[in-house]
């Protein structure tokens, strides 16, 4: 019902996925002898039915520019939009299968519990991507939620609407203003502005839903894994691909990286591997050039951090910690660049003009978007620093601290909020 609320066409869709792998399951495990030709089928029809939908346009424009054919505006007049969460769902359903196919579990008889697992609607349209062995064994039996699990729950969900109403979207105008402006600005200060606003505005946006579908799954009684760790206090890409969106960075190192051959073989092999779920990784955001390279930037980077074997992790020197973490702050912020601009040449205009370093000291970010960027600045100094494990409220005094503090968010979330605007993971 909540994804057929949406579009009730696409209820179709998720239920053909989700019957091909709830079927392929158990065949896989009634019938030993052809589960590999069953995985074969579930992975052929979820990759077939993500590529229609999601690359099929893509396909064929890059076929119309080296043919010279109008193959991509028949595909369009077929295909008007693409299903809103298919990825997610998608990988979902995947990993379901593909555990049940190693014998990691026996999978569910009862179909409403699949189901249930498949379209729990938190985290249905964005994540996180929930693996079958975590969520499965919490649909058995009716679940109560103790009054922990609910305020947990209230914990997450203000602070998620707190980074994604208050931080992000007054974010986003800024974000937008620069990249869909008709005329570039030649200002190098102005565009580092603008993609550290897009920085924090996308992680805001993104860990913010993640905190309020973890916040709902608390309040009806179940837990999803943790989805974001501070990725931006990371000191090598290696630490940053460990905590931003973890759920869809372990789906792509268990299920792509490792069956390739992970590290195990040759350092060459361990790099192309690495290469491969990278650029995956990239195309699975979204297809379009733009994001193939952004898979490829940030494959480029770990493969440099391999060569030199970047020692910012274990190293103690405070020092050289902190200029791995400025080198880190770059890299993923080029990377950004590519993820955001609209078109590959945009992408490279904005890089020459960042590191071309000229014009005045112009960020471009105004009062508000200036405060709002120190707001989560702060709060992630704060975590960097440990001052968040140090601080914990208790007894009375600590209980009504920490309802003040939650008190205030709710404030600021009522009055300073920006221009509503849909979560950026949707279109993925």
């Known amino acids: 019902m909540f994804y057929g609320w949406w579009d009730w066409r696409f209820i179709f869709l998720i239920l ?21 030709f069953l995985l074969i089928f579930s992975l052929l029809a979820n990759i077939g039915t993500l590529s229609i939908f999601k690359y099929s346009g893509f396909i064929s424009e890059n076929i119309d520019l080296l043919l010279g054919t109008s193959l991509n505006s028949q595909i369009n007049n077929f295909l008007l939009i693409t299903p809103i969460g298919i990825s997610f769902y998608t990988f979902q359903s995947m990993s379901y299968t593909i555990d049940v196919y190693k014998g990691k579990f026996k999978p569910t008889k009862n179909v409403f519990q ?80 603008a993609v550290i606003a897009f920085a924090f505005q996308i992680y805001c946006d993104f860990s913010g839903y993640s905190d309020i579908a973890c916040g709902l799954a608390r309040w009806m009684g179940y837990s999803f894994p943790d989805n974001f760790n501070h990725p931006y206090t990371s000191t090598s890409l290696k630490d940053f691909w460990g905590r931003w969106h973890i759920s869809l960075s372990t789906w792509f190192r268990d299920y792509v990286y490792i069956p390739l051959g992970g590290n195990k073989k040759s350092n060459y092999q361990s790099h192309i591997n690495m290469w491969i779920t990278m650029l995956i990784s ?57 993820f955001r601009a609209s078109s590959v040449h945009q992408a490279f205009d904005i890089l020459r003009t960042m590191f071309s370093f000229k014009g005045n000291l112009t960020l471009g970010w105004g009062l508000n978007g200036s405060v709002f960027l120190l707001i989560i600045i702060i709060r992630e100094i704060m975590v960097y620093i440990g001052i968040d494990k140090k601080f914990k409220f208790r007894h009375s005094i600590g209980f009504f601290a920490e ?20 979560f950026i993971y949707f279109q993925f």
């Open 282 to 338: 990239g195309l699975w955001h979204g297809a379009a050039w733009t994001y193939i390279i952004w898979g490829g930037v940030h494959a480029l980077f770990l493969s440099i951090e391999r060569i030199i074997g970047w020692p910012a992790q274990k190293q103690t020197n405070q020092f050289i910690r902190f200029t791995a973490w400025v080198f880190v702050i770059l890299e993923i912020l080029v990377a950004w660049v590519f």
């Open 114 to 193: 699949f189901f249930a697992y498949l379209s729990m609607f938190p985290q249905l349209v964005a994540g996180p991507i929930v693996r079958a062995k975590d969520m499965l064994p919490q649909l058995i039996g009716q679940r109560q939620p103790l009054k922990e699990d609910r305020w947990e729950g209230f914990r997450l969900i203000v602070k998620g609407c707190f980074k994604k109403m208050v931080i992000a979207d007054n974010l986003a105008p800024i974000v937008a203003t620069a990249f869909n402006s008709s005329i570039a600005s030649e200002n190098s200060f102005f565009w580092w502005g």
């Open 403 to 422: 309802m003040l503090f939650y008190a205030v968010l709710i404030t600021l979330i009522i009055f300073f909020r920006g221009n509503g605007s849909e």
């Open 16 to 36: 053909f996925s989700g019957f091909i792998d709830y079927f392929a399951a158990i065949g896989i495990v009634s019938y030993p002898k052809s589960k590999k």
